[in-house]
């Protein structure tokens, strides 16, 4: 079993729409979560942190559930710019080394 | 603007050469950096951690005396690819998480693009 696992997509959708992407993690140690955004070919650029109450920055909203072990990101009136493949990482918090799930690809269309 | 300097971002060399790829914190110090490489339609994958003044410690299935570490200071570690093939071909990237911010998220440099012929 992975330890950080997301489902890989593509999810394709329209202009406007709501998108949900989910992930699990395996590591109940882990300290602390976050979500990464990566254009094809590019590094990896953080988008947000992950907080236990659920933190929202703009069109997007994390949740964290650390009883299910569980991360989310809803990302509301998609755009566009918003294709890319977004990351669910998790810190193990003792050697500060990320895990990363393998990426959710979002396809936004006209 | 950038906060983790990586480079160079692009290589093409011949199979044999053995290649530097240079990771800089800007305006931090970062005792820790790491090393992750990734392969097309693939996650990220943790290579090796760098600390500063000791020796790296490599992931289970990296080779040490294939990926040469050297940490030398609190702002610059190296990666150096020795007699790379075209197996070594792939994206590497760096990154450094601020000493004095645990827990916080980590900068990554640009990413060094590794083609081997």
């Known amino acids: 079993r992975k330890e950080v696992e997301q489902d890989p997509g593509p999810f394709n959708v329209p202009e406007g729409a709501t998108v949900a992407f989910n992930c699990t993690y395996s590591n109940s140690a882990s300290q602390s979560f976050f979500w990464y955004r990566q254009d094809c070919r590019k590094e990896p650029k953080l988008l947000m942190s992950?907080?236990?109450s659920g933190n929202e920055d703009g069109r997007f909203t994390a949740q964290l559930n650390r009883a299910s072990q569980y991360i989310s990101l809803l990302i509301r009136d998609s755009k566009l710019s918003d294709s890319a493949t977004y990351l669910c990482v998790v810190n193990d918090g003792a050697g500060n080394m990320l895990t990363f799930g393998g990426g959710t690809r979002l396809m936004v269309k006209p | 603007g950038a906060v983790v300097s990586q480079h160079p971002s692009w290589v093409i060399c011949k199979s044999g050469t053995s290649v530097k790829i240079e990771c800089r914190s800007l305006d931090f110090q970062a005792t820790t950096m790491f090393w992750y490489r990734q392969f097309p339609k693939q996650s990220l994958m943790l290579m090796a951690t760098s600390n500063e003044g000791s020796k790296a410690t490599y992931e289970q299935g990296v080779e040490k005396d294939k990926f040469l570490i050297n940490h030398a200071s609190l702002t610059l570690s190296t990666l150096t690819v020795t007699s790379a093939h075209p197996e070594d071909s792939s994206f590497y990237i760096c990154?450094?998480?601020?000493?004095?911010?645990?827990?916080?998220?980590?900068?990554f440099g640009d990413g060094t693009r590794l083609s081997i012929l």
């Open positions: 992950v907080y236990s």
């Open positions: 990154s450094a998480r601020r000493d004095t911010q645990s827990n916080q998220p980590q900068h």
